[in-house]
């Protein structure tokens, strides 16, 4: 260690000394709210004894910063952000010390528990009483061969939410396969982002979120992005966005939006748009990019003959446009961008004509740029839609693949497992009629056919009993119950579902959980986590146990691996073969050995002290429409189409797909779904979003930078400092404009009833005069009836309950901000 990290480790150590009584003392004054006595005591014992620092990588949103976790006495009472981690630097968001809160959170879980209430819903007490670990997984495992015995096995689900690596969700796929059930993986993505992955797929072949170079970037567009606020990753966001407005030049942001937040005040110009309308925008500004000849001819291609232009209102002829990067290009323009002017999106948008051709001539002249999107514009009926129109601009200006622009995250190098599921295959797994049946939610159905998970789908079509009814659910870093749009119906289908539910906390699914298999908290967990899409190269972290789990609960990946143990047949013999969490993680750390990393990480305990996993650079680069692979000592490798096609843009044409030929292979579909005519289908295009709720104000439900997904609803720190924009502190205010207030006879402050067509909710409400008069805005986060004791019964009441289920076609995100209700005093 030298000089320098000893002083700052020294001085680390003072700051989380002295912090520790303060950080108890101010908390438990805010809001009036109280009971910390778990946190003091954790904070009081941090002063004496011997300190050890341990790896570990934040939970509490997707972007897997690394952590240091200070250990004093057995103790855990200080979280920084980890040095040597590419993506903390050493730095936290608002909630990354929340990790002391979950560990000792005085309501988790302590053990493994099964019901004794035969009685299911939220007024029912499930009479959980404590049983042993192994009664626990012999009575799950002896369900799930009894199932499997009577040849019924894909009648099992997994459900997730958070996946986080080759030690939990990375099991699923072999589960599945050996047990044999279509339902081994429904993941959440169609109720959090999987419109903006659907956009990319659907015109360059990516089903995956971007990575971004914003440090070279001069220009962001952004449509609907809280970058400031729940954008991943959130804490090296706000990092860099530091150096982008303080670095000459200084990168301009333009930021639509419905509704003022942290983003919008922040940037150089902010744009109110009309909810699910910013697919209209797009249009209009590529309309622009071309017809003023700003698009990058490099990328894009370019006229054959000198004279030719794009002008509006006029078809261009037929291969008079030589396209280079891009597919559809002269077809895109002549039926569909050459009518789509400034004025049209005014009357579409809201925006002006004028603004609209402002941002389009900044972001054509100002290279490198981007635009970025996430649920604002997508979490609507023509959210796929919506986002290929926004990404297409980025190929309009070329920044695919190119400095200062966007790319795809590579993969970590991991070593195999000791054994191959292949070979433990019995008869049952290879060509049993569990084959014959489709997923519960249906997806890669001909109902969903583009989707890859539906999970909103599952409870009503259980409760249905179309395709079959599940008998046992097993439930991992998810709650639909409250999570789901319309979650009252899911508490009537999991009535009669064997419910397996593994979250450390009491949350509403777990409520109606027959057998609770409790998972550690992060703090507690041996667990890898490759990283989320961030700057292209690929980088692991690893979770290293800052302290012994405090109660009797376990790894959900040890969880899972100790059930199939007790699966009859080959499969029980692999996993035994498999045997825990660590041999998977010292198996795939095997791959780091011809792979080590820039900080020299070369195997599973150099990955356990360093606690992060990376190589650098990105391994492609587009120069001014010419691709180029590293080869060791820079990007000096030219790339064919082909390779360009297999490794980069993989549309059945190797070219960004302006008509999209994943989507013309869907055609019929979309026209019966989406009333598109099937020649038209591939086309990006406006396309009218349809609005539920049967209301007169549109309704968003965001997510605040102390949202933790969910968890900090129970989290009296959390709660305290949960809305700063409009003071919310006890709760979380209706955000209502003063005229939309003041029409309805309702002042600042009042007590409100939310309205839709399947119910009423309570809320107080707050002016706020910065946000559009026809859109109430209420971030997502209370109205708990389970989940704990802070979180029990606080108002405002459950957005979802409101919010109808109702999903794009496409990417079958649901549509969690399309719904339109009524307020009334209360």
């Not at 057995?74 to 990790?99: E, S």
């Not at 599945?176 to 797929?201: D, F, V, W």
């Not at 209706?734 to 002042?747: G, K, V, Y």
Request: charged share 25%; with cysteine.
């Amino acid at each position: 260690m030298n000089v320098f990290q000893t002083l700052m480790s020294r001085r680390r150590f003072l700051k989380t000394s002295a912090a520790a009584g303060a950080t108890g003392a101010a908390v438990a004054g805010a809001g009036g709210l109280t009971g910390f006595a778990p946190a003091r005591q954790a904070h009081a014992q941090a002063s004496r004894g011997q300190t050890v620092v341990t790896k570990n990588i934040c939970a509490q949103c997707p972007a897997r910063c690394g952590i240091d976790v200070y250990t004093t006495n057995g103790r855990v009472h200080a979280i920084y952000g980890d040095t040597g981690n590419p993506i903390a630097n050493g730095k936290l968001c608002p909630k990354g010390h929340l990790g002391t809160y979950f560990l000792y959170d005085a309501d988790r879980f302590k053990g493994p528990m099964k019901r004794t209430n035969p009685r299911k819903g939220r007024n029912e007490d499930p009479g959980f009483v404590p049983i042993s670990w192994d009664e626990a997984l012999d009575t799950v495992a002896a369900r799930l061969n009894d199932l499997r015995d009577r040849g019924e096995s894909h009648r099992f689900a997994h459900f997730y939410g958070r996946g986080w690596g080759a030690s939990d969700a990375g099991l699923y796929g072999d589960w599945g396969k050996l047990y044999g059930t279509p339902n081994s993986a429904i993941g959440h993505a169609s109720m959090c982002a999987e419109g903006s992955k659907r956009a990319k797929q659907m015109t360059d072949g990516n089903d995956s979120y971007n990575s971004y170079d914003y440090r070279n970037t001069n220009y962001i567009l952004n449509f609907g992005a809280s970058f400031l606020e729940a954008f991943r990753p959130y804490n090296y966001l706000m990092q860099v966005w530091g150096h982008m407005r303080s670095k000459s030049p200084k990168t301009r942001v333009t930021t639509i939006d419905v509704r003022m937040n942290p983003t919008m005040a922040a940037s150089d110009r902010a744009l109110y748009i009309k909810p699910g309308t910013d697919g209209a925008m797009a249009l209009a500004i590529a309309h622009v990019l071309l017809t003023e000849g700003l698009w990058d001819r490099e990328f894009v291609g370019d006229f054959r003959e000198p004279d030719m232009r794009f002008r509006t209102g006029q078809r261009i002829p037929p291969f008079s446009f030589d396209e280079k990067w891009v597919h559809g290009l002269t077809e895109w323009w002549n039926e569909e961008l050459k009518d789509r002017t400034p004025e049209w999106a005014e009357s579409v948008t809201t925006i002006s004509a004028r603004d609209i051709v402002r941002v389009a001539r900044e972001f054509g002249t100002t290279r490198p740029a981007m635009a970025i999107m996430e649920r604002g514009p997508t979490a609507h009926t023509n959210g796929t839609y919506n986002g290929m129109a926004i990404h297409a601009l980025n190929a309009l200006v070329g920044c695919l693949f190119a400095e200062g622009g966007m790319f795809y995250q590579m993969g970590t190098p991991y070593g195999g497992l000791p054994v191959n599921a292949d070979d433990y295959l019995d008869e049952w797994a290879k060509d049993g009629d569990w084959k014959k049946h489709p997923r519960i939610d249906k997806a890669r159905t001909p109902e969903w056919p583009m989707t890859s998970h539906m999970m909103q789908e599952a409870g009503p079509n259980h409760l249905k009993g179309d395709p079959y009814k599940l008998d046992t659910a097993m439930f991992f870093y998810t709650n639909p119950i409250w999570t789901a749009p319309n979650p009252q119906v899911w508490e009537e289908a999991l009535k009669d579902v064997f419910v397996i539910d593994t979250s450390p906390f009491p949350g509403e699914t777990a409520m109606y959980a027959d057998i609770v298999l409790p998972d550690h908290t992060y703090l507690e967990r041996l667990q890898d986590s490759p990283t989320y899409p961030f700057e292209g190269w690929p980088m692991a972290a690893i979770r290293v146990p800052a302290v012994d789990p405090i109660y009797d609960t376990k790894h959900f990946g040890d969880t899972l691996i100790e059930i199939g143990k007790r699966i009859k047949g080959p499969m029980g013999e692999y996993y035994k073969a498999i045997d825990n969490v660590e041999n998977v993680l010292r198996h795939r750390a095997k791959g780091f050995e011809a792979n080590p990393g820039d900080n020299g990480v070369n195997s599973f305990e150099t990955w356990k002290e360093k606690g992060v996993w990376f190589k650098k650079p990105y391994h492609w680069r587009q120069f001014r429409g010419e691709f180029f692979e590293w080869d060791g000592r820079g990007y000096n490798t030219p790339m064919t189409p082909e390779d360009v096609k297999a490794k980069l843009i993989k549309t059945p044409s190797g070219k960004f797909e302006f008509k999209s030929g994943r989507l013309e292979q869907n055609a019929a579909y979309i026209e019966r779904e989406v009333g598109i005519p099937a020649a038209r289908a591939g086309l990006i295009q406006w396309v009218e979003p349809k609005h539920s709720g049967e209301g007169d104000l549109y309704f968003v439900t965001p997510k605040t930078p102390l949202h933790a997904e969910g968890r900090s609803g129970n989290i009296p720190h959390a709660i305290a400092n949960q809305q700063p924009i409009v003071g919310g502190r006890n709760t979380v205010y209706l955000e209502i404009h003063p005229d939309t207030a003041r029409a309805r006879n309702i002042r600042n402050g009042d007590k409100v009833r939310i309205k839709s067509n399947l119910g009423t909710i309570e809320a107080y409400c707050r002016y706020m005069p910065a946000h559009r008069p026809d859109t109430l805005v209420m971030p997502m986060e209370h109205g708990h009836w389970a989940q704990g004791r802070w979180a029990q019964g606080r108002l405002p009441g459950h957005s979802g309950e409101l919010t109808a289920n109702v999903s794009d076609p496409i990417s079958g995100l649901a549509c969690y901000y399309t719904g339109k209700v009524t307020v009334e005093r209360a």
